[in-house]
């Protein structure tokens, strides 16, 4: 029973302290090293066409949030931290978007532009 408070107030000392347990970066790191495998096996089968970028994008998003979460510690920021962090990725990804749409508009419109014999 004592040794159990006793771990148990070193345990509450240690998150006062800002330090994480060793067990939760090593479930980080082997989920890295998974989604990294991921990513590697999307070229291994050599996957093509929107699935492949998908994929990529996929692992690429949930890699950089792991790191982001756990690494930067935004997992345990105030609210407004993250804020900062996830607006401008957000934004970012629409404006991408967008310019993904926009590239075809303009292949397309260059396309009926330049054809031969047009």
């Keep these: 029973m004592v040794s159990v408070m006793a771990q148990t107030a070193t ?3 240690t998150h006062e302290q800002g330090q994480h347990p060793i067990k939760l970066y090593l ?3 082997a989920w890295l090293f998974i989604l990294s495998t991921g990513s590697y096996l999307v070229d291994y089968f050599q996957l093509q066409g929107g699935l492949r970028y998908s994929l990529i994008l996929l692992f690429m998003m949930l890699k950089a949030g ?5 690494f930067m510690h935004m997992a ?3 609210l407004s931290l993250i804020y900062a962090i996830l607006v ?7 404006f991408v978007a967008i310019m993904v749409f926009e590239a075809d508009h303009t292949l397309l ?5 330049f054809a031969p014999g047009g």
């Design 11 to 13: 345990q509450s000392s």
């Design 88 to 94: 401008p990725m957000s934004a970012l990804l629409v």
């Design 27 to 29: 479930v980080v790191w």
């Design 109 to 113: 419109s260059r396309l009926s532009f």
């Design 76 to 78: 345990w920021e105030r």
């Design 66 to 70: 792991l790191i982001v979460a756990v």
